[in-house]
């Protein structure tokens, strides 16, 4: 009677082929590794990207907006109709056009506020036009990570200030600048600079004098 005589490796050829898969997979994990590092960094570039798009068209849409309105804070001060600061990373006016879906009992006209804060770019915004010391400010982060803010506000002599408004006389309290240039820092992007011309003719509110309002 024939035997057939068993395939058998030797250690040495154990050895190796355990070596070769050892290699394959860690060369498989590094790629595999290299694919997914890529990928995640591409999602979060596409997601600052997605969030800069919308901060900035959000703050577009609001100057396209905006209105001759001067309001009153919660002491009672006449405030400008759009007041800015560059030192403080401030843009603070009045638009029109806050839609009210479930009809509410309040103004069309919206009192918000940009600002840069604890490195973030966010929207403040009231309820109400002329507050009371009550009247709680509502907060949206629109960026979370920025670097700086710069602003300057273009007047009827094409000069670029610092600070609106140039004075705060009552007729000065009323206007708009014609412009507003707006340099963003970016961690990623670096400087980006935006230049939004604001309405010529702003539509204003039938109480616009602050004096006037109740």
Request: hydrophobic share 40%; aromatic share 8%; charged share 25%.
């Amino acid at each position: 009677m024939r035997y057939r005589q068993a395939a058998a490796f030797t250690l040495l050829e154990l050895l190796i082929a355990i070596a070769i898969f050892a290699l394959l997979g860690l060369a498989s994990y590094r790629m595999l590794s290299t694919v997914l590092a890529s990928d995640e960094a591409l999602r979060r570039q596409e997601q600052q990207l997605r969030e800069l798009v919308r901060g900035m068209a959000a703050l577009e849409r609001d100057l396209a907006q905006a209105g001759a309105r001067p309001v009153r804070d919660g002491y009672g001060e006449p405030q400008a109709a759009l007041r800015g600061d560059n030192e403080q990373g401030m843009l603070e006016f009045t638009r029109l056009g806050w839609r009210n879906p479930t009809g509410q009992p309040r103004s069309q006209w919206q009192r918000v506020r940009w600002q840069y804060r604890d490195g973030q770019l966010q929207r403040v915004y009231w309820n109400v036009l002329d507050r009371a010391q009550d009247s709680p400010p509502q907060q949206q982060v629109v960026l979370p990570a920025l670097d700086g803010l710069r602003l300057a506000f273009l007047d009827d002599n094409q000069q670029w200030l610092d600070s609106w408004p140039a004075d705060d006389s009552a007729r000065q309290r009323a206007r708009l600048p014609r412009a507003v240039r707006l340099v963003l820092q970016h961690p990623r992007y670096g400087e980006l600079e935006r230049v939004l011309r604001l309405p010529d003719n702003p539509a204003q509110s039938p109480l616009g004098n602050p004096e006037e309002a109740p």
